[in-house]
């Protein structure tokens, strides 16, 4: 077994541009999917350009959009409302590095390994350190999964519909978009989905409050431990999913060159950056008080107006579903390639086979614990951000140590510099989290 494992090591550190010999398989039978690196860009014209820039949109973009999930939207907008932009605007400037930092890292382990991460987490740390990694994620992602349901079914009350049944259409509409047996197939559907998040940047500028309300919010003391505020941002930016969602859709996608992966990963970051900002400017202008907490799209029909509500309303239906639909699956692909032999070939999805009913279990469960009576979905989002936070230092410890594996990454192993820039990354976590919980 530990030939036959050296072997798979070997025949990853082969240069580039040298196909895998046939041999060189995975322990669920698969072999290293080969991913293109440095194909070039083609004719310098501007339909080239515009085809370009429309095939590199995948796994960073939607991995991203969906890290400003419905419950990162609640969160940012109570933390614009509790008059904290003095502390979370900074911090949200602040994070912009680590976040692109991390996803870069996933990016490399992915373009190298070609293989799903949980395989190559079992390879470098052993496999019930990859299980407890697993389970952990999954039990975090399905709180996560809670706040989603949370949000859409917030937008749907709001027009009408009881909460049990529009909690019965988004569970329906979820399983629905993630029903193809082939993931490339369910990107595609998912990035369609995601331009509605842009109904987010219409309803700041139809907000109905005068623009010296952001005076007060930088101004003003927040209502709120900022800790615990700041916490929950930092766990919104960099969830541990990311880590797996990054690394298993590359995979499992559509073939494009690491030029067009590069560029996927920052317009990523750029759009998660830009409507974050503007729903934190959302909440500023029109602060409140618990009731912000309690019911935050009547609140913001109420104190922005009608039409800046409508969007608001759009923009987090969208958010919640695109975010439902990437969370559970990359929750999927963690334990099913953590316990399982995994999938038969690269562009399954991961929902397939006695898998869809772990999906539909998972899915049901988050919107059966929306019906508990008295809940609070500001703060519930803000705790589901915020146990994001508290584990992803274990995450960055497992993703240096795969990053710094020579017989794993081969060349592109990370250096000194990277792999004290990553401790530093998860220390500031860790101490975030502590401060955040006991301050």
């Not at 070997?10 to 039978?29: D, L, V």
């Amino acid at each position: 077994m530990a030939n036959s494992g050296q072997e798979w090591i070997t025949r990853q550190n082969r240069p580039e541009g040298m196909a895998p010999a046939a041999s060189a398989r995975s322990s669920n039978g698969l072999r290293p999917r080969p991913i293109p690196h440095n194909e070039p860009l083609g004719p310098h014209t501007v339909v080239s350009r515009v085809a370009f820039f429309l095939a590199a949109l995948g796994p960073g973009v939607l991995g991203l959009c969906a890290d400003n999930d419905a419950g990162g939207m609640l969160s940012y907008l109570v933390t614009g409302a509790s008059h904290s932009l003095a502390w979370m605007v900074p911090t949200l400037l602040a994070l912009v590095f680590p976040t692109l930092f991390i996803q870069w890292l996933a990016l490399r382990l992915a373009l190298t390994t070609r293989l799903p991460y949980s395989k190559v987490l079992i390879r470098v740390v052993g496999r019930p350190a990859a299980i407890v990694e697993a389970v952990a994620v999954y039990g975090i992602n399905s709180l996560i999964l809670v706040t989603e349901f949370m949000g859409m079914s917030l937008v749907l009350r709001q027009v009408g519909l009881p909460i049990p049944l529009a909690l019965a259409l988004t569970l329906g509409l979820i399983v629905y978009l993630t029903s193809a047996h082939v993931y490339p197939r369910i990107e595609r559907l998912l990035l369609w989905t995601a331009l509605a998040n842009l109904a987010f940047i219409p309803a700041l500028l139809f907000v109905h409050r005068a623009p010296h309300a952001l005076a007060t919010a930088f101004t003003a003391s927040p209502t709120i431990n900022p800790w615990f505020l700041l916490l929950a941002m930092a766990g919104n930016a960099v969830a541990p999913w990311m880590v797996y969602w990054q690394q298993n859709a590359v995979w499992a996608g559509t073939s494009r060159t690491r030029q067009q992966r590069v560029w996927d990963l920052s317009l990523g970051v750029a759009a998660w950056v830009v409507m974050a900002s503007v729903v934190l400017w959302l909440g500023a202008l029109t602060p409140g008080s618990q009731s912000a907490f309690q019911s935050p799209i009547a609140w913001i029909f109420r104190r922005g107006g009608h039409v800046a509500g409508t969007l608001f309303a759009v923009g987090l239906f969208d958010a919640g579903l695109l975010a439902a639909c990437t969370v559970s699956l990359s929750s999927l692909w963690t334990v099913r390639e953590a316990v399982g032999r995994g999938a038969r070939c690269p562009s399954e999805a991961p929902n397939r086979g006695k898998w869809m009913a772990v999906h539909v279990l998972t899915l049901g469960a988050a919107a059966g614990f929306v019906l508990i009576p008295g809940l609070s979905p500001g703060w519930v989002a803000l705790w589901a951000q915020a146990a994001g936070a508290v584990w992803l230092p274990v995450t960055l410890i497992l993703l240096g140590l795969v990053a710094r594996n020579a017989n794993v990454m081969g060349r592109r192993a990370i250096g000194p510099l990277a792999q004290v820039t990553l401790g530093l990354v998860a220390a500031v976590f860790l101490a975030v989290g502590i401060l955040g919980l006991l301050a």
